[in-house]
């Protein structure tokens, strides 16, 4: 008996975050929305290589999608700052829907062309530059506890894996019998869920921060914070260049599924759902821990295990095998991620938070059109396969700084999270230990 409530418990704990309504409106709404996403993402590329049998192009196209995250991405912190981020949110979403519905009537009518893909592409990365900080920084109003952030953003990511799982899945079956315009209709449909969901939220009435100063003041005073702080600099400075190196491995798996493993768009869907299937299990594992003790350790070990999962990717031609470094790499990949997600989290101050998640997503989403474009390139020269082990292998050189540095960034942190008192245990802790310049584990 002790053991089913222990059990149950830790269930409990893991789902704690949707015990707000808020919170699971948005967590359901997203949840659909998503699947349509990654149904789409799986029929581009394959639609860009069967057009272009272009490794190349596909890096182009990846580079139109995301470069305007890199581009806007400190002016979207600002808006998210500034504006009303449920508003801005419900903005983005019916654009997006505009711009799937727009793809899919091209490509229905066989009229389309790859520079329409690129053009709409480049559309979808503007407005993904203001709704990705948007959405970064509005989770957090739905969740009322602080100590339930971290378990929100866990929960965040294995809803965004559920779907990665899901949707490639659906989207290699489909394209291989109807074709790839279908993925993109059913994307566009998918975007009614979410904006039901945002308009069913019970929110409090927004109050305008009225702010003397310009945009400009306002971006100058964002990238001092983020980068004079040692903590948040290497957090973002991780994610940059896993963005930089590892990213760029999705771009390349249409050449892998069809001219590697001799497969189809189905073979594709199954590379892409096993990626999702250990991201999947990497977010549940960080879902039911209940601290950010260990997060930083954990950080090293994950992007260690996704650059060599890479690497071990690189050269198999088996699909088996493929598929068990792919959830391998999936697993690393979305552990690496959400820790630096969470530590940003709860150690920004909240009038900055839009402009430092801002900042995430610009190195997240904006490094990886360079690495794609970059590894295209590469690609064209010297094949996919050394591509992506010298991509792995890169990965695995970078995270080596941060486990140099990471005691002095964690006592950095402490008192952050003394005076916020997001972690009381990690405060009595403190108070209580011998040693204070040898402080506790505790990211």
Not at 353 to 369: D, E, H, I, K, Q
Request: charged share 10%; proline share 3%; aromatic share 10%.
């Amino acid at each position: 008996m002790a053991q089913e409530a222990d059990t149950t418990s830790k269930l409990n704990g893991m789902f704690r975050a949707l015990q707000y309504r808020n919170y699971r409106l948005f967590f359901s709404g997203q949840s659909i929305s998503l699947i349509g996403t990654w149904m789409q993402q799986i029929a581009l590329s394959w639609l860009v290589y069967r057009l272009t049998d272009s490794v190349l192009l596909l890096g182009a196209v990846s580079f139109s999608s995301q470069v305007p995250t890199f581009l806007l991405g400190p002016f979207a912190g600002v808006a998210a700052d500034k504006f009303n981020r449920h508003r801005v949110l419900l903005v983005t979403q019916f654009l997006s829907m505009l711009q799937a519905s727009t793809l899919a009537t091209l490509v229905l009518t066989d009229t389309v062309q790859i520079w329409h893909v690129m053009a709409l592409s480049a559309l979808l990365g503007t407005i993904n530059a203001f709704d990705i900080a948007a959405r970064q920084a509005f989770v957090i109003e739905l969740v009322e506890k602080r100590e339930d952030i971290s378990n929100a953003i866990a929960l965040n990511s294995s809803m965004f894996n559920m779907a990665r799982l899901a949707g490639p899945t659906i989207a290699g079956m489909l394209i291989a019998v109807v074709g790839e315009g279908m993925c993109f209709l059913i994307n566009a449909v998918s975007y009614v869920a979410v904006i039901a969901s945002l308009l069913l939220l019970r929110l409090k009435p927004f109050e305008r921060v009225l702010q003397e100063r310009k945009v400009w003041h306002s971006l100058q005073e964002g990238f001092s914070y983020a980068f004079g702080f040692p903590p948040i600099r290497a957090l973002l400075l991780v994610v940059a260049l896993l963005s930089l190196f590892g990213m760029p491995f999705s771009v390349m798996m249409p050449v892998f599924a069809r001219d590697i493993l001799h497969g189809s768009a189905t073979t594709l869907g199954y590379l892409m759902g096993a990626s999702g299937i250990g991201a999947l299990f990497g977010a549940l594992f960080l879902a039911q821990r209940k601290s950010v003790l260990g997060l930083g350790k954990i950080l090293v070990f994950s992007m260690l295990l996704f650059g060599a999962a890479l690497m071990a990717f690189s050269f198999s031609e088996i699909l088996f095998v493929s598929l068990l470094f792919m959830l391998i790499s999936g697993f690393g990949m979305i552990i690496t991620m959400a820790s630096c997600n969470t530590l940003l989290q709860t150690i920004v101050e909240d009038d900055k938070r839009g402009r430092v998640m801002s900042l995430y997503s610009m190195a997240f989403m904006g490094m990886a059109p360079f690495g794609s474009m970059l590894a295209g390139a590469v690609a064209e020269h010297i094949g996919v396969a050394y591509t992506l082990a010298g991509c792995g292998f890169l990965c695995v050189i970078s995270i080596l700084p941060f486990a140099w540095h990471l005691g002095r960034l964690r006592r950095m942190v402490h008192p952050i999270y003394q005076r916020l008192g997001i972690l009381p245990e990690i405060a009595v802790g403190l108070q209580s230990a011998s040693n204070l310049t040898a402080p506790p584990e505790e990211r």
